[in-house]
């Protein structure tokens, strides 16, 4: 079975640091992309970051950029989110996501096939 | 950037048809994907490459895409159906998420 928790949410003040853990299990953690997704209380669904297999690749959304670093131990099965400078507006349930890959239209589709029970990050003084 | 428009909101009666729309510019080149969010729960993926649908996921859940538009189609809506629908698509290596649809069976 797939399982995705992540961990290291809670509170922090305006310009502090927090760093978000994801603990794969039930498939071999190094075969995927990874995500990270988070959702402000009452609002929709944001995605934050990703970052490739063997993580030499990752791509942040522009919001986050130059605060937050996503990364990845391959041999740990774990995915993290490493958050800086945090801010009011960084206040969110984060998730981590498997990224999984289809065939379409002659080239690779993406989707998020497991999602784990998400971790609350609050941001305030 | 890349934006997903979703209605903010579909009523529908209990075994009547639920259609939820998603616009964005050549989406239909992107096999978008839609998540269904309970309060209180993680999104689950119901529909991905655009009209697959997951294993354990029901079969009133179907999917279609076409220019600038997918849509989300719920047949025989039940009350269990009641949640908040996403899409998804790629653009380039980023994700966007369209602005949802709460979706209430009345």
């Known amino acids: 079975e797939v399982k995705l928790v992540e961990s290291g949410g809670g509170l922090v003040q305006p310009g502090g640091s927090l760093r978000l853990s994801c603990a794969g299990s039930?498939?071999?953690?190094?075969?995927?992309?990874m995500n990270w997704v988070r959702q402000p209380p009452g609002k929709g669904l944001e995605w934050v970051a990703n970052?490739?297999?063997?993580?030499?690749?990752?791509f942040h959304v522009d919001s986050v950029r130059g605060r937050f670093t996503i990364s990845r131990d391959n041999t740990g099965n774990s995915l993290y989110l490493q958050m800086n400078s945090l801010r009011a507006e960084d206040t969110a349930v984060y998730y981590c996501?498997?990224?999984?890959?289809?065939?379409?239209?002659?080239?690779?589709?993406?989707?998020?096939?497991?999602w784990g029970q998400g971790t609350l990050v609050t941001v305030s003084s | 950037s890349y934006e997903l428009t979703q209605p903010p909101s579909v009523s529908v009666s209990p075994g009547q048809t639920a259609s939820i729309t998603c616009s964005g510019d050549?989406?239909?080149?992107?096999?978008p994907c839609w998540y269904q969010q309970k309060p209180g729960q993680s999104p689950v993926l119901v529909i991905y490459?655009?009209?697959e649908r997951p294993s354990g996921i029901p079969e009133r859940f179907s999917g279609s895409n076409s220019g600038s538009t997918a849509t989300l189609t719920i047949s025989g809506t039940q009350a269990m159906d009641e949640a908040d629908y996403y899409c998804?698509?790629?653009?380039?290596?980023?994700?966007?998420f369209g602005t949802g649809t709460r979706v209430t069976v009345l």
């Open positions: 490459q655009g009209t």
């Open positions: 039930g498939f071999t953690f190094s075969s995927y992309w």
């Open positions: 050549k989406l239909g080149d992107k096999y």
């Open positions: 970052i490739r297999q063997d993580g030499g690749a990752t």
């Open positions: 996501a498997r990224v999984n890959r289809g065939y379409c239209g002659g080239d690779y589709c993406y989707y998020l096939d497991y």
């Open positions: 998804q698509a790629w653009d380039r290596y980023t994700n966007v």
